[in-house]
């Protein structure tokens, strides 16, 4: 997995209606070394009634949308929070990617690490025992609580994946650092405590 120290964890939500794809939230976080250091947040105005099932998943409603800004002016400022910084995300290359693509926006380049990617990974090892691989269910295994379907709480969690699988991936490296001191310490499998005391 690529080790990113300044990166960008996104999410979106969203409502479909007669085929077309709407906007309904979108959200990302970013950290640098380990720590949120900004966070973009915003709802999206839409015309398109909103199912019913969204409503629940999210709790977002019509009314909460009907003053929200419009589509291009959340795009256009999601895009200038996010720059030319590496991104991450849960699935997004699945969804959230093409859904921006369809608004003119390619972030391909960009996506450095999907983290439902690595989860699936590391099911038999990280995440060892674990019920399944929603987002939610990932970062609760790990420690980290948030609410599921809102944009901003799933980028958040999202960082948070990224975050423990690197300290995972730090922690095997230093344990590989020390077995390959101790086999090539001639030494290594003596016990020297008697001459420490």
Known sequence: ???????????????????????????????????????????????????????GLTGITAETLKDAPKVEQVLKDFQEFVGDIPIVGYNAAKSDLPILLEHGIDYRDQYKVDLYEEAFERRSSDLHGIANLKLQTVANFLGFHGKSHNSLEDARMTARVYEAFLESDEGKLLIEDQSSFSMNNPFGGLDLSQFLD
């Open 1 to 55: 997995m690529e080790k990113l120290r300044d990166y960008i964890a996104f999410d979106l939500e969203f409502n479909q209606h007669e085929g077309v794809t709407h906007l309904i939230q979108v959200s990302a976080v970013r950290f640098q070394d380990g720590q949120e250091s900004a966070a973009f947040d915003s709802y999206v105005h839409t015309t398109a009634p909103l199912k019913s099932f969204i409503n």
